[in-house]
Structures are given as structure tokens and as C-alpha cells.
């Protein structure tokens, strides 16, 4: 077994659907940022032994291998891609470590790249030889009664615990002016693209501005629910022999965690996965020094705290997706840069923790060696 270490950790901003990167496809978005990757921790292209990228709505075609080669990475690097939806950056940086700890690979780089922009539609043929079909969510489960759409389930947890609109607008209004009050400690962990250095749609917000937003359904509005947006974010792991030469910070996995549940509650699916990886790691939640919690929906966000036990004051100190927007497959990646950059400005053990269609859940503890 070689125990991996994260060495660096970097993302592009996030900017909403339709906004500064709408011109930009997946590998322009993804390949700078694995650049910066690589100068951040003195190593070079030829070293790299896979990229792992999670994409969500992407046409296929292995971006991950699009990726490599624009970022310049050699031929032998063939790229994988993988969709678990909102998942898939968090499980590609797992898939990476478990590599690594296999004796597979010495360098990964891995996480997740999305453009809602440049999305392809998305359309399905008429076996009977009429016209195509379009539509905008794929099946999750093969229940159509047990595969709600994504704002419909999140009104379902506020129903069922008791969740208002008002305590969601708290939680967005905090979001957004934890992330104003971040700004300047967080461009670091941002590469410059587009000359684009921070997240575009982070605002101040308040219970007026709140009020006016147009109801999605029941108590869920466009404010308490994350943008559709553009964005990449990636770590780059080695294996315990090269980090002995390298120079840079250091973090490791403690534990990671995929689990599927209740596809009618995909927003819960994050809790069982949480309380596996703590108990792996023989930890409570009091231990945690900072927490990324995904917020596609703001009542997700509250419904995993208060299920999981997580100290509040810990989550999302620099704001989340209310505050950012959500790359579908790049959200888990963004949210563990999110967490490495915490970690190096203090703590030592870090929870990140993102929902997915169809009752998917990952979690993982990471903890700063030096």
C-alpha cells in the first residue's frame, strides 16, 4: 500500500450559465488549470501518469483525454471520464487515491470539469421514425414515479423536516457574505481564465432581496438554489515517494465514501455517506476543523447538517454553491480545493460532502500532514 498525498489543489472561478466562460468548452476551462496544478508543485507534464475528470453533461467523447492533451500532458495519458452527476469531481479525486494506493500510478491528476454553456441538447429518437424528443434530465432511476425532478425533491426534505423558507433564506443570505468576506484569501486557489479571478455571482444578499425571488417550488426559489454554471476544479495526488522530494503543502485522505439512497430524497444521500467515512476514521463531527457541504439546494445544505450533527460554525466559512453556482461535475472537485485551501490556512482534519441525482451521496476526510 502507498499512502497518496494531495499536493495541490486548484479550481477556476465559477461564473453562471450564459456568463464569462460561455464561449469555452470543457478542456479550455479544465487544461489551465491542471497547468497551474503542475507549476504549483514543481512537477512537470511528463510526469503525470492519468487524468481522471468527472462531467456530467458533456456529449462523451472523453473529455478527460481532450483535457490532458490540450494541457500538454504526453500521449501515454489517456484520460478517464466519469459521470456519477453532481459526484463525479469528488469520486474521480477517490478513484485517484485508490489507484495510487494500488501501486497503479505515482501521479493523478483528477477532479471535474462542466459547462452548462456549451452543453450539448439533448435529445431521443422516436423508434416509430417520428421526430426527436428533446428533454433536460435523463432518467435516474427505472421508476419514473420514483425519479422526481431535483427542485421537487428538495421541497420534498423541507416538507418532511420542517424546513421554512425563511430559515433557507438565512442560509443563502450567510453563504453569499461568507464568500464576499473571502474574496481576497480565496483568489489564490483560483487560475486565471478569461482574465476571469473570481466568482462571478456572489452578491450581497438579504431577506428582501430574497422575498422577490421567483418560487421553484413550494419554499424552494431561485435564491435558495444554486445556479447552473461553468467552472473546473482538480487535485493532483502522488504517491508517498514523490511527496518525499516535493516541497509542497501536504493533505491526505483519510477516508472516502460513495453511497446510494432514497432516490425520491437524493438531497439526504450525502448523511449515510458522512457517517461512514467519520466512522472509518474513528472521528465525531466535533472534530472536523472545516467542512465543505454541498449547497445545490439551501434546505440539502441544512437537512445534511442537522442529519449528520455537523458544528455549523465550521461549514462553508468561505461560502458555497448558493454563493458560487453549481458545475454539475466539477461541484464535488471545487468543494475539496475548497476544503485543501482551508486546511492550509489552519485545522487539521476536513470534511467535503456533495448529493447527486437518483440518491447518491459521497463524502471524504482529508488531513493536513505538514
Known amino acids: 500500500m502507498i499512502d497518496p498525498v494531495i ?4 479550481r477556476s472561478a465559477v461564473t453562471p450559465r450564459g456568463g464569462a466562460f460561455r464561449m469555452l468548452e470543457i478542456h479550455q476551462l479544465a487544461a489551465p488549470v491542471m497547468t497551474d ?16 475528470l468527472g ?20 500521449e501515454r495519458v489517456a484520460g478517464l471520464s466519469i459521470d456519477r ?60 414515479e420514483r425519479d422526481p425532478g431535483m427542485t421537487e425533491a428538495a421541497e420534498a426534505i423541507a416538507a418532511r423536516l420542517g424546513i421554512s423558507r425563511a430559515e433557507q433564506d438565512e442560509w443563502t443570505i450567510a453563504s453569499h457574505a461568507s464568500a464576499l468576506a473571502a474574496l481576497p484569501r480565496i483568489r489564490s486557489e483560483i487560475t486565471v481564465i478569461s482574465d ?66 432514497d432516490p425520491e430524497l437524493p438531497g439526504l444521500a450525502p448523511v449515510p455517506a458522512i457517517r461512514a467515512v467519520l ?27 442537522r442529519l449528520a450533527g455537523l458544528p455549523a460554525d465550521r461549514i462553508n466559512r468561505g461560502g458555497g454553491a448558493l454563493a458560487r453556482g453549481h458545475p ?10 475548497r476544503l485543501f485551501h482551508e ?14 441525482a437518483g440518491g447518491l451521496g459521497t463524502a471524504a476526510l482529508l488531513e493536513r500532514l505538514a
Open 85 to 144: 452527476q453532481c459526484c463525479g469531481g469528488l469520486d474521480a479525486v477517490l478513484l485517484a487515491d485508490a489507484l495510487i494506493r494500488a501501486g497503479r500510478h505515482e501521479v493523478v491528476i483528477a477532479g471535474g470539469a462542466e459547462s452548462w454553456s456549451r452543453r450539448p441538447l439533448r435529445l431521443r429518437t422516436d423508434p416509430d421514425g417520428g421526430p426527436p424528443a428533446a428533454y433536460e434530465q435523463p432518467p435516474f432511476t427505472p421508476w419514473p
Open 55 to 74: 462531467n456530467a453533461l458533456g456529449a462523451g467523447g472523453n473529455p478527460a483525454r481532450v483535457a490532458a492533451l490540450a494541457a500538454g500532458l504526453p
Open 279 to 305: 466512522k472509518a476514521a474513528a472521528l465525531t463531527p466535533d472534530a472536523l476543523d472545516a467542512i465543505e457541504l454541498m449547497e445545490a439546494f439551501a434546505v440539502q445544505a441544512i437537512a445534511c447538517a
Open 7 to 10: 499536493v495541490a489543489a486548484r
Open 343 to 356: 486546511l492550509e490556512a489552519g485545522g487539521r482534519t476536513g470534511l467535503a460532502a456533495i448529493a447527486a
Open 196 to 261: 476571469i479571478c473570481a466568482d462571478s455571482f456572489t452578491r450581497r444578499m438579504n431577506a428582501r432581496t430574497c422575498a422577490r425571488a421567483p418560487v421553484l417550488a413550494g419554499s424552494v426559489t431561485a435564491a435558495n438554489t444554486a445556479v447552473a454554471a461553468d467552472g473546473a476544479g482538480f487535485c493532483l495526488l502522488v504517491s508517498g515517494r514523490v511527496a518525499r522530494r516535493l516541497s509542497t503543502p501536504r493533505l491526505r485522505i483519510l477516508a472516502g465514501a460513495t453511497l446510494g439512497a
Open 328 to 337: 454539475i461535475g466539477a461541484s464535488g472537485a471545487i468543494n475539496l480545493v
Open 37 to 52: 496544478l503542475l507549476r504549483d508543485a514543481g512537477l512537470r507534464p511528463e510526469d503525470v501518469d492519468e487524468v481522471i
